[in-house]
T-cell receptor, first 116, second 111 residues
């Protein structure tokens, strides 16, 4: 079974440019999450999709970030325009039914974003 | 509010020595606690989790953790470190489908 995949693995862009990150969850997982780790600090929650609907986007830092999950399969996270403080590692995770809180989330390898 | 504190951003042990990675949490609800490991260029991999029941939880690769409610701790241990254990370890609390992570501990294993 394929795990969570993310593309690209690394991205280097200039301040003011646009970047789109992609996440493909494990097949059959309706729940998809985005997290971010900045400068070696803690990994922080950004948002949660259930199928194509945003269940919780309380962690999105500002309106320069736009997440989509059309069709309830893969998701994209667009940063436009990128700022220096957006640099970090963006993780995607997916999980099965969330009715049981004990379900783990399966994480992808992350996309390392560097804004110069 | 939920938060996780991992004491020590870097821990170094000799091969064969005890591994102890500390984690303390705060949670307004009964916690679901997790330890994840990240090897270089890989995603986060679940080591073990505590939900309910037995407070001593065994995970993969010989790791275990004990939930101590009175101390709000969930420390990760392994009796004998291997070189392959070198990685970054994350403690997390899960609440309402969100994970709250600590800042991570990098484990270095010396030959």
């Amino acid at each position: 079974e394929a795990g969570v995949t993310q593309f690209p693995s690394h991205s280097v862009i200039e301040k003011g440019q646009t970047v789109t990150l992609r996440c493909d969850p494990i097949s059959g997982h309706d729940n998809l999450y985005w997290y971010r780790r900045v400068m070696g600090k803690e990994i922080k929650f950004l948002l949660h999709f259930v199928k194509e609907s945003k269940q919780d986007e309380s962690g999105m830092p500002n309106n320069r970030f736009l997440a989509e999950r059309t069709g309830g399969t893969y998701s994209t996270l667009k940063v436009q325009p990128a700022e220096l403080e957006d640099s970090g590692v963006y993780f995607c995770a997916s999980s099965q039914d969330t009715l049981a809180s004990s379900y783990e989330q399966y994480f992808g390898p992350g996309t390392r974003l560097t804004v110069t | 509010a939920q938060s996780v504190t991992q004491l020590g951003s870097h821990v170094s042990v000799s091969e064969g020595a005890l591994v102890l990675l500390r984690c303390n949490y705060s949670s307004s609800v009964p916690p679901y606690l997790f330890w994840y490991v990240q090897y270089p260029n890989q995603g986060l991999q679940l080591l073990l989790k505590y939900t309910t029941g037995a407070t001593l939880v065994k995970g993969i690769n010989g790791f275990e953790a004990e939930f101590k409610k009175s101390e709000t701790s969930f420390h990760l241990t392994k009796p004998s470190a291997h070189m392959s254990d070198a990685a970054e370890y994350f403690c997390a609390v899960k609440s309402f489908n969100k994970f709250y992570f600590g800042s991570g501990t990098k484990l270095n294993v010396k030959p």
